[in-house]
C-alpha cells in the first residue's frame, strides 16, 4: 500500500511538471524546513545494481566478468538560494557490494571514498519534491540496516552539519532517476 501511494505521488508531481505554479509545503519534521538562503544539506544515497564488470588489460585485452551486484552511493549537495536550490551532484567509484562505507559516511566523509564531481545544476521545483517525498518514505534505519546487504539495497543519509537521518528506502526509487538534471 506504501509503494502504491509513493508511486502515485511520484505520478503527480510528473503529471503536474507543466501545471501552474504551486507553491511546495516542506513538513515539519523535514531536514529542509529550516534551511535559510547560503545553508547547504548533503544528501547521499547508496543503491545496489546488477552489472557485469569489464576489466582492460595492459596488453589491450578485455576481459568479461559474470554479473554482480554493485553498490554505488551519490551525493548531492542542496545549496539554499533566495530563489530555489542549487545543486553539486557527486558520484563515488562502484564497490563490490556490500557497500561497507554507507554507515560510515554520518560521521564523516573520507578523501579515498573518491567523490567525483560530475554537475551542478539549479534544481526545479519538481525536483524538490522528490527529496521530500523520499525522506517521508523512508524508514529510521536500526543497527542491523548499517551495511548494505540484500535487505537494504537503497538507503539515504541526510546530514546538516551533526545532525542527520539514515533512512531505508523501500523499492528502487533512485534520485538521479527520478529528478530532471
Request: with cysteine.
Amino acid at each position: 500500500m506504501k509503494n502504491f501511494l509513493f508511486c502515485m505521488c511520484l505520478f503527480l508531481i510528473c503529471y503536474c511538471k507543466g501545471q501552474g505554479n504551486d507553491s511546495i509545503i516542506i513538513p515539519a519534521s523535514s531536514m529542509l524546513k529550516d534551511l535559510k538562503p547560503g545553508d547547504s544539506i548533503t544528501f547521499y544515497q547508496c543503491h545496489v545494481e546488477e552489472a557485469i564488470q569489464q576489466l582492460a588489460t595492459a596488453s589491450g585485452q578485455t576481459v568479461t566478468g559474470k554479473q554482480q551486484k554493485y553498490s554505488i552511493t551519490e551525493k548531492y549537495v542542496l545549496i539554499k538560494t533566495e530563489t530555489g536550490y542549487d545543486v553539486k551532484y557527486y558520484t563515488s567509484s562502484l564497490s563490490v557490494f556490500p557497500n561497507k562505507k554507507f554507515s560510515g559516511l554520518k560521521i564523516r566523509e573520507r578523501p579515498y571514498w573518491e567523490f567525483k564531481k560530475e554537475k551542478i545544476f539549479t534544481m526545479r521545483e519538481q525536483d524538490l519534491k522528490v527529496f521530500i517525498a523520499l525522506e517521508k518514505k523512508g524508514r529510521e534505519a536500526i543497527e542491523y540496516d548499517f551495511a548494505i546487504t540484500r535487505y537494504t539495497t537503497n538507503q539515504i543519509i541526510i546530514k546538516q552539519r551533526k545532525n542527520f537521518k539514515q533512512l531505508v528506502i523501500d523499492g528502487n526509487y533512485v534520485i538521479s532517476r527520478l529528478i530532471n538534471f
